[in-house]
T-cell receptor, first 114, second 114 residues
Framework: AQSVTQPDIHITVSEGASLELRCNYS??????LFWYVQSPGQGLQLLLK??????LVQGIKGFEAEFKRSQSSFNLRKPSVHWSDAAEYFC????????????FGPGTSLSVIP | DGGITQSPKYLFRKEGQNVTLSCEQN?????MYWYRQDPGQGLRLIYY???????QKGDIAEGYSVSREKKESFPLTVTSAQKNPTAFYLC?????????????FGPGTRLTVT
C-alpha cells in the first residue's frame, strides 16, 4: 500500500538549533517527493521537491532534504532554525507516471523556543 | 499575480444546509483538487479533476459534490449528507506536465457547521 509516515507528531527546538524532520514512504513506483509547510490557518507552501538526480535537494527558506532510496526516506533538515519556522510540515509522495494523486503524510508540528 | 483563491475564508452554516466553497485559479492548470484537513489527520482527498467536465472521487467523497464547468473553477458543495462537515478545506491545482508534479494550494476555507 502507498503511504507516507512522519514519525514525529510534534517537535520543539530552540532558535538557532539544527532541525531534522523525518519522512518515510512506501511507494511502488519511482517516487516524486515533496515537503510542504503550513502556517496556522493558511494553505500549504512548497519547500522543495525531488524528482531525480542529486539526492540532496535545496529548497526555500534555507531547508534541504536528502532522498535515501535504501531507507525509503526523505528527511528535511535546516542547520539553524528561526522563530518564523514554527509551522506544520508535510511530506508527500507522488509518482512519475501518475499525475492525479499525491499522498500526504500526517504532518509534524514544529515549535521554536526563543 | 498567478495563484489560487478560495472564498470565503470563514464560513458558518446551520446543520442541514448545503454550502458551496469557491476555488478559482489563474495558473492555467488542468488538474484541480479538494482536500479536507482535520487536526492530526493531515490532508484527505475529497475530489479531483484532471480536465474540464470530468472529475473523480477521492478517499472521502461521501457527502460532497463538485463541478468543473470551467478550467479556472472547481467549486465544492458540502451537502447535508456530510455527517461531520466542520473542517478546514483546501483547494489545489497542478499542471499536467510530467516533471512538474507539485500541487499549488489556495489559502483554505474554514467551515463551521452548528
Amino acid at each position: 500500500a502507498q503511504s507516507v509516515t512522519q514519525p514525529d507528531i510534534h517537535i520543539t527546538v530552540s532558535e538557532g538549533a539544527s532541525l531534522e524532520l523525518r519522512c518515510n514512504y512506501s511507494y511502488g513506483a519511482t517516487p516524486y517527493l515533496f515537503w510542504y509547510v503550513q502556517s496556522p490557518g493558511q494553505g500549504l507552501q512548497l519547500l522543495l521537491k525531488y524528482f531525480s538526480g542529486d539526492t540532496l535537494v535545496q529548497g526555500i527558506k534555507g531547508f534541504e532534504a536528502e532522498f535515501k532510496r535504501s531507507q525509503s526516506s526523505f528527511n528535511l533538515r535546516k542547520p539553524s532554525v528561526h522563530w518564523s519556522d514554527a509551522a506544520e510540515y508535510f511530506c508527500a509522495v507522488g509518482a512519475e507516471t501518475s499525475y492525479d494523486k499525491v499522498i500526504f503524510g500526517p504532518g509534524t508540528s514544529l515549535s521554536v523556543i526563543p | 499575480d498567478g495563484g489560487i483563491t478560495q472564498s470565503p475564508k470563514y464560513l458558518f452554516r446551520k446543520e442541514g444546509q448545503n454550502v458551496t466553497l469557491s476555488c478559482e485559479q489563474n495558473l492555467n492548470h488542468d488538474a484541480m483538487y479538494w482536500y479536507r484537513q482535520d487536526p492530526g489527520q493531515g490532508l484527505r482527498l475529497i475530489y479531483y479533476s484532471q480536465i474540464v467536465n470530468d472529475f473523480q472521487k477521492g478517499d472521502i467523497a461521501e457527502g460532497y459534490s463538485v463541478s468543473r464547468e470551467k478550467k479556472e473553477s472547481f467549486p465544492l458543495t458540502v451537502t447535508s449528507a456530510q455527517k461531520n462537515p466542520t473542517a478546514f478545506y483546501l483547494c489545489a491545482s497542478k499542471a499536467r506536465d510530467r516533471g512538474s508534479n507539485e500541487q499549488y494550494f489556495g489559502p483554505g476555507t474554514r467551515l463551521t457547521v452548528t
